[in-house]
């Protein structure tokens, strides 16, 4: 655990081009500027992604217990939203989800393993990706981190 944290510090950290709008599957539009002042968690995940499905449950806990850390889910297959939507429900996500139609454009790559998240300080730097499974508690602890580290 402190090696997969230390080795996520040392990740280059991104500035964000907060110009890109990106909807999420309610209509919402949003622009990554609209999280400044939050620590925001961008979660990739698949349906058949099993460590994926686990983390659904801690990432609905991280939203709901932490009110100062916003969760956003993006579907790594583009699924049309209408399927979307029908997923999120049978998954019983409760963070916003990314709508894939438009396509978004995020300040992030596109993961090449699942899951992986990347945390998005209150400044707006993009730091990641983490890989691997993780629950609430190593991504408060990974927060903490850096906020000691910047």
């Known amino acids: 655990m402190r090696f997969i944290l ?3 510090l040392l990740l280059l950290v991104v500035s964000c081009d907060t110009s890109k709008e990106f909807s999420l599957l309610s209509g919402e539009q949003k622009n990554l500027s609209d999280y ?4 925001l968690v961008v979660n990739f995940w698949a349906e058949w992604c099993p460590p994926c499905l686990e983390e659904i449950p801690e990432l609905n806990l991280l939203a709901q217990e932490n009110g100062n850390i916003q969760v956003l889910g993006v579907s790594f297959d583009r699924l049309p939203n209408e399927e979307l939507i029908a997923l999120t429900d049978k998954l019983d996500i409760q963070y916003p989800v990314v709508a894939t139609e438009p396509m978004p454009f995020l300040p992030m790559e596109r993961p090449q ?8 300080t209150p400044k707006g730097e993009v730091m990641g990706p983490l890989l691997g499974k993780v629950d609430r508690h190593k991504i408060i602890e990974l927060i903490e981190k850096i906020k000691t580290a910047q």
């Open 113 to 120: 393993s699942l899951p992986a998240s990347y945390i998005v």
């Open 6 to 8: 230390s080795a996520f």
């Open 36 to 39: 400044e002042g939050s620590w």
